[in-house]
């Protein structure tokens, strides 16, 4: 059983910056693809970025440009680099492993980040 979990959220004002981390129980780079989702107060929870096994990247719309996922595999971490935060932004991110070949999912428990003047 893989586990997730995520640290770095908080409380910044719009046009700040926040890394987020998700630290992996064991080395699954190399077979898990990783994501970062969010989730907003009524809303359904959306796709945020992705890293690929293969070390692609994909970002939703509305954070590209701002947003940069990475990882450090000594660490079996992902990152998320988040700046010129806005207040759409606020919501609880997510950290998801999604297996490479198999229908195998993981996530962690969620880190809230608020973007408030």
């Known amino acids: 059983q893989v586990q997730l979990v995520e640290s770095g959220g908080g409380l910044v004002q719009p046009g700040g910056s926040l890394r987020l981390s998700c630290a992996a129980s064991e080395n699954i780079f190399n077979m898990y693809n990783m994501g970062w989702y969010r989730q907003a107060p009524g809303k359904q929870r959306e796709l945020v970025a992705t890293l690929s096994t293969g070390g692609s990247t994909n970002y939703a719309d509305s954070v590209k440009g701002r947003f940069t996922i990475s990882r450090d595999n000594a660490k079996n971490t992902v990152y998320l680099q988040m700046n010129t935060l806005k207040p759409e932004d606020t919501a609880v991110y997510y950290c998801?492993?999604?297996?490479?070949?198999?229908?195998?999912?993981?996530w962690g428990q969620g880190t809230q980040v608020t973007v408030s003047s």
């Open positions: 998801n492993a999604a297996h490479r070949y198999l229908q195998v999912y993981y």
